[in-house]
């Protein structure tokens, strides 16, 4: 079953701490990489997947991120989730953004990957990949060998159904999720208040096995310290 993604979310709240001393006078989204600031390169992969609206949330350095997304000439509308008083991680920004969000399934983009697609556009093909019946959110990730600019142990395993379960410890997992997702507004029900991780609420889909998993058949670039802007911009010189 293909979902009609109606609006997007961009994950663009954040400090930025491991991108100083670039983000001492810009936010992380606006740090530019290949010629544009990091969270135009995810937004032009929302506009070329033809999403209708989308919101951004933002915190650190707020009035900058909300200037350069005025001057943005779009298809799309974009929304502003303010959280200037008080930033609410990935799980609190979603939730607080929800009732500028339309439509079901919603997408949530991070605002500091880059991805290049493969045969396919990456949006559509999460679009054409969802099973409502089945997911309650599906998450485009990738072989671990295959994620430019990311450490670690992977996140996940994936089943042959694409059913996610995560990295037990002291393992490693063959998976990285990627910074893409598609989520029901069924993941957000009964969500803690205030402050929290999106992991909380995949904990939660895993348990009732509708955590699902789609692997990325493109590039894609982890950006988020300094050191791992030039070699994005090599690689994507090469594309």
């Not at 997947?49 to 974009?78: C, M, P």
């Not at 029900?189 to 991780?197: M, N, R, Y």
Request: aromatic share 6%.
């Amino acid at each position: 079953m293909t979902a009609k993604i109606e609006s997007a979310m961009v994950m663009a709240a954040g400090i930025g701490k491991r991108m100083r001393p670039l983000t001492a006078t810009r936010p992380k989204p606006l740090v530019r990489v290949a010629g544009k600031a990091l969270i135009d390169h995810s937004l032009d992969r929302i506009e070329a997947a033809g999403i209708g609206h989308v919101v951004v949330n933002v915190h650190y350095l707020a009035d900058a991120l909300e200037a350069h997304l005025a001057a943005q000439k779009r298809s799309f509308t974009i929304a502003v989730s303010d959280e200037r008083k008080q930033l609410l991680e990935t799980g609190g920004g979603m939730m607080k953004a929800l009732p500028l969000l339309t439509g079901d399934p919603i997408l949530i983009v991070n605002s500091d990957n880059i991805w290049t697609d493969g045969p396919q556009n990456s949006i559509v093909n999460l679009a054409r990949h969802w099973d409502d019946a089945k997911m309650d959110a599906l998450l485009l990730v990738i072989r671990q060998a295959s994620a430019t600019g990311h450490g670690g142990k992977g996140d996940f395993h994936m089943d042959p159904a694409g059913k996610l379960s995560r990295r037990k410890p002291g393992r490693i997992a063959p998976f990285v999720y990627t910074g893409i997702q598609l989520v029901s507004r069924r993941l957000l029900v009964d969500a803690p208040e205030g402050p929290f991780s999106t992991n909380i609420l995949w904990d939660r889909a895993i348990a009732a096995g509708r955590l699902y998993g789609l692997s990325h058949m493109g590039q894609w670039f982890d950006v988020g310290t300094p050191a791992a802007i030039a070699p994005t911009e090599a690689a994507l010189g090469e594309v």
